[in-house]
């Protein structure tokens, strides 16, 4: 395919599986692409705002194979330098399939479940205070310190988020927030909290991601208050690092908003999304709200939470300074060093005997 070393990369995206798995290969592809590697994903993509952001990240995109075998055919073809799996639903069989070709790296988050590598990788916060899974021969990096972030995250990350926060909250009295659950609210959600912010926030400027922008327009402002609706899509790093507090799901946003430095209240939406949210939580790096069934059965107990944490930039500050400390935007290079180390020493018998 290339004369250049492959980077195997294999994820999924629907609406109900969420954007994230295809997000993290998508930052670890930009650290492939600047190492000189190319970067192929093996993707069903059902999603059509992110398959904006593949068709600019520097990958080439294939549809996924459906069975292990083909899987371990597919790959073959491409004689990948490594390979790296990033998805709950897979089956132990693909993982297996895999390692039978290159040197395996997996992502999971907190419990590996069916992943099966050399090197396995959990980035959640807390992670790495945790009892480490038992998980024969592969190599585990566990922590915030091993967390993937995407270019366009990395570049607008702070010097300094505390200061940046302190000053802005004291700078007016209308409070940025944005509201986001996830990269496809698959729970539809959204509005039903936007509505609830908008009834206990008096000057809210408030955003909104959701698919559902009709609805979102038809959200009730009273003066003082203004709603922006936004269409789920691959620029929404910048409205991030321009608000005062984003309302967001526990999913992979979560180390994005760490990274920025920007204040967040975090909701576990979908039950995979606990390591997550109880590490941001208990690292002091996210204000916790609940589960979105705790957060749906008071949603005016929930918008009063955001209100009186709005009113508090000092904790604000706090938290976004915790955040920013925790993920440093170095977490894919060590990433791809421990993996490329492996697959240097695999290689490295091909090329004597070749030499010989």
Request: aromatic share 2%; with cysteine; hydrophobic share 45%.
């Amino acid at each position: 395919m290339t004369a250049q070393r492959v980077l195997a990369l294999r994820a999924d995206a629907t609406p109900r599986m969420g954007t994230g798995h295809v997000m993290r290969c998508v930052a670890l592809a930009e650290e492939a692409a600047a190492r000189g590697l190319h970067p192929v994903l093996l993707t069903t993509c059902e999603v059509p705002w992110l398959a904006q952001v593949l068709a600019a990240a520097p990958l080439t995109v294939i549809d996924a194979p459906e069975t292990a075998e083909d899987f371990r055919t597919r790959l073959g073809q491409l004689a990948p330098w490594a390979v790296a799996i990033d998805a709950y639903h897979l089956p132990k069989a693909h993982y297996l399939a895999a390692a039978t070709v290159a040197p395996l790296l997996a992502a999971y988050d907190g419990e590996p479940r069916h992943a099966h590598g050399d090197v396995l990788y959990d980035q959640n916060i807390g992670a790495d205070r945790s009892t480490p899974p038992s998980i024969d021969g592969a190599l585990l990096l566990r922590g915030p310190s091993y967390a993937v972030v995407r270019d366009a995250i990395g570049k607008l990350r702070p010097v300094a988020p505390a200061r940046r926060i302190l000053h802005r909250a004291g700078a007016t009295g209308r409070r940025k927030v944005l509201l986001v659950l996830g990269g496809t609210d698959a729970r539809d959600a959204t509005l039903q909290l936007a509505g609830a912010l908008l009834t206990q926030i008096p000057e809210l400027d408030l955003s909104v991601v959701t698919p559902d922008t009709s609805g979102a327009r038809a959200l009730t402002t009273a003066p003082g208050q203004r709603v922006d609706v936004i269409a789920p899509t691959p620029a929404l790093a910048t409205s991030m690092a321009a608000t005062d507090l984003v309302v967001s799901a526990a999913g992979t946003t979560t180390i994005e908003l760490c990274c920025l430095g920007v204040p967040s209240a975090l909701i576990q939406v979908v039950d995979n999304q606990a390591p997550v949210y109880q590490g941001a939580v208990s690292h002091g790096c996210a204000e916790g709200l609940g589960t979105l069934d705790t957060v749906l059965a008071h949603p005016h107990r929930t918008a009063r939470q955001v209100h009186d944490l709005l009113a508090a930039p000092a904790r604000c500050a706090e938290l976004a300074e915790r955040a920013w400390q925790t993920v440093d935007n170095r977490g894919r290079q060590r990433i791809l060093d421990a993996i490329g180390n492996i697959a240097t020493d695999r290689h490295l018998p091909r090329q004597r005997k070749a030499a010989q």
